[in-house]
């Protein structure tokens, strides 16, 4: 076995060209399915992170509410009171269109103004840095209050404390800043970032807004293991009221990411199997250069077998030079194929890392092709006549 | 111990090309006993590479017998074959058939590595067949690096290495000069008077006098069985 390897090896540097161009089809092979696995999986995985940062459990629903056919907060909350166990939290979200908020004689053009109810920062995941959220007495006695992002707080008051219990005028009218939300996003604390925001109870921006409906929800479920049958409750609920599927849509993030996942899933192996094409065709390129190694040997196996080498011993020796080769192969495709990823995911800003299975699936693909595409060769080698192979010169 | 080494019995080989028949070996009746050193001698195309092809157990009769050491071989599978060649036949070739990225002691180590033999032992068998062959000192050199009979004789070392009960020898001086021919020559006549039995194959009657039993083959019938002496008046050669 040992002394297998040996020749194995010896044979392999008696040929470095041939050797190299072989292993060369693996390498790509191997490189190519590790690149495209991990850059796809890790790029896939940072949409999933991001909706997982949102809430695995905020299901959202968007109507379009018309005069004849509509729901509205009420009808919401009768929901939740259908269905205690399933709903931890929900609020209306109502976005303030052609608003114009006014802090002293500054514009503030492109801070979003929305209409949410007391439970809207639990569902944001948010916090109070200064003063308090919006209470369920300012939602039910249409208080003119609001509370506002540390944005907003900074840019226009200087600090959240300066900006807690001053004013900011929306449509002329003057609302009293109860409350300022936590930086949420550092790298995004600009004009119409995350943090750029103005929430006042929903009630007084449905008044606000021409029209008065309320065309968006959220909520939290309590678990996502209620998420189906909150989706399916709620478009049963919702189809009776509109009758047309176009008009409205119930979006859980947790569906989303099983979805995602799923498409990771199929997309990865697709792309596997695409580079196991690659794979495929140099393990024939092995083949065929293991072929043509063993007609150049023809003399070589005759000898052996004249002096009492078994048809096990030449075989042996004919797949371990196929394995190792390919084997070799395997190991440079892997090394290039996780710097390639590295070196791409950091280009894509992907966070993309070679992902086990992928190495661990192309290196036992790489020896397999070793010993499958080696083994006709080796078994031609080994079922060879000493006495015609002696014969050849 | 009174089987005789070799033992062929009404043995044929018949080769088919296109709807002719050659009888390449025609009944084919030999004995030989250990301890004997035999020539057989032939023209080319007589038939003696067939035979020595099935004397060293590379090939099956077309019908026949052949028993080596007392087991018949006709019947035997090709591992079995590699085994009865590994431990009872020690080859010489015409060509020597050297490994040549082998170095001259991987080389006579070769029989020894199918045998099973473990490394230790392996080296010091191997060298000890070298040094028989005077180049013990050379191991680690390649067989391009010696002379043809240099090389003749480390194909020798490697055929006694498994200590064979046979040593079989092809046209062992087909490829040398007369004088490594002779060096050769005596060398398995020395072989010879410690014990070896020895087959020697060649076309060349000189040479086939140089054993003690001569067997001469023509169109693949055995036409000369008897010593060298009977077979030097018979045929008219000046020994
Ligand atoms: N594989 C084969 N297929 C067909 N015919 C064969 C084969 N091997 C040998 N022969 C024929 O058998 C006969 C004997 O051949 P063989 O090789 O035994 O002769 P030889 O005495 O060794 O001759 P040489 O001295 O030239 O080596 C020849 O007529 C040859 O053509
Ligand atoms: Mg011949």
């Given amino acids: ?393 | 111990m009174s089987d005789p080494l070799i033992d062929i019995r009404n043995e044929y080989k018949i080769y088919i090309m296109g709807n002719e028949q050659v009888y390449a070996n025609d009944n084919i009746n030999l004995k030989i006993d250990r301890g004997e050193f035999v020539s057989i001698v032939g023209k080319s195309g007589s038939g003696k590479s067939t035979l020595m092809n099935i004397i060293g157990a590379l090939d099956k009769p077309t019908s026949g017998k052949y028993f080596l050491n007392g087991r018949d071989t006709s019947t035997m599978s090709d591992d079995e074959l590699a085994d009865i060649r590994n431990k009872t036949i020690g080859f010489i070739f015409q060509q020597y058939n050297l490994l040549p990225k082998l170095t001259l002691l991987e080389n006579v180590e070769l029989p020894l590595l199918y045998a099973g033999i473990k490394v230790k032992e392996r080296r010091i068998k191997a060298l000890e067949s070298l040094s028989k062959v005077g180049l013990k000192e050379k191991y680690n050199q390649y067989p391009n690096q010696l002379s043809g009979g240099q090389q003749q004789r480390v194909s020798i070392a490697r055929a006694l290495a498994g200590s064979p009960s046979l040593l079989l020898a092809d046209e062992p001086t087909g490829a040398l000069d007369s004088k490594t021919s002779g060096d050769v020559l005596n060398f398995l006549k020395k072989l010879h008077s410690e014990g070896n039995t020895i087959v020697m194959i060649t076309h060349d009657n000189a040479i086939a006098l140089e054993a003690k039993r001569v067997v001469r083959i023509h169109d693949g019938k055995i036409i000369f069985d008897g010593d060298t002496e009977s077979y030097a008046t018979e045929f008219q050669i000046s020994h």
């Fill in chain 1, 1 to 393: 076995m040992l002394q297998s390897f040996k020749l194995a090896i010896k044979a392999i540097l008696s040929n470095k060209i041939r050797s190299a161009l072989t292993m060369l089809g693996i390498i790509i092979g191997v490189a190519a399915v590790i690149i495209l696995v991990s850059i796809v999986s890790g790029y896939m995985g940072q949409m999933v992170e991001q909706f997982e940062e949102m809430g695995v459990n905020k299901i959202t629903i968007f109507c379009r509410n018309m005069n004849t056919r509509h729901i509205d907060d009420d009808d919401m909350y009768k929901f939740w009171d259908e269905h205690p166990t399933w709903i931890d939290s929900l609020s209306p979200t109502v976005t303030l269109s052609s608003a114009i908020a006014k802090s002293g004689s500054d514009n503030l053009d492109s801070t979003t103004i929305t209409g949410v109810s007391e439970d809207y920062l639990d569902i944001m995941k948010y916090k109070v840095e200064e003063g308090r959220n919006l209470v369920y007495a300012d939602v039910a006695g249409r208080s003119s209050v609001c509370v506002i992002g540390s944005y907003v707080a900074n840019t226009f008051y200087g600090s959240a404390e300066k900006a807690y219990e001053d004013t900011i005028k929306i449509n002329g009218k003057p609302f009293t800043i109860v409350g300022v939300i936590e930086t949420q996003d550092e790298d995004n604390f600009e004009e119409g970032g995350t943090d750029d925001f103005i929430w006042i109870p929903y009630t007084v921006a449905t008044k606000m807004n021409r029209n008065g409906f309320i065309n968006n929800f959220v909520m939290n479920s309590t678990d996502t293991l209620y998420t189906e049958e909150i989706t399916e409750a709620l478009e049963e609920k919702l189809s009776n009221v509109f009758k047309n599927d176009r008009l409205y849509n119930v979006m859980a993030n947790s569906s989303i990411i099983k979805q995602l996942n799923q498409s990771i899933g199929t997309l990865t192996a697709m792309l596997a199997g695409i580079a196991g094409i690659s794979l495929l065709v140099a393990g024939i390129g092995v083949m065929n250069i293991m072929l043509v190694s063993v007609t150049e040997r023809t003399r070589e196996i005759g000898i052996r077998k004249a002096l009492g080498a078994r048809q096990g011993v030449i075989m042996q020796q004919f797949v371990i030079e196929a394995a190792v080769t390919s084997t070799i192969g395997g190991v440079f495709g892997i090394a290039i194929g996780a710097f390639a990823t590295k070196s791409i995911g950091a280009v894509m800003d992907i966070k993309a890392n070679p992902t086990v299975w992928a190495v661990l699936l192309s290196f036992g693909v790489s020896v397999a092709i070793g010993l499958i595409f080696g083994y006709l060769p080796a078994k031609n080698a080994a079922r060879l006549n000493p006495i015609d192979a002696l014969r050849v010169d």
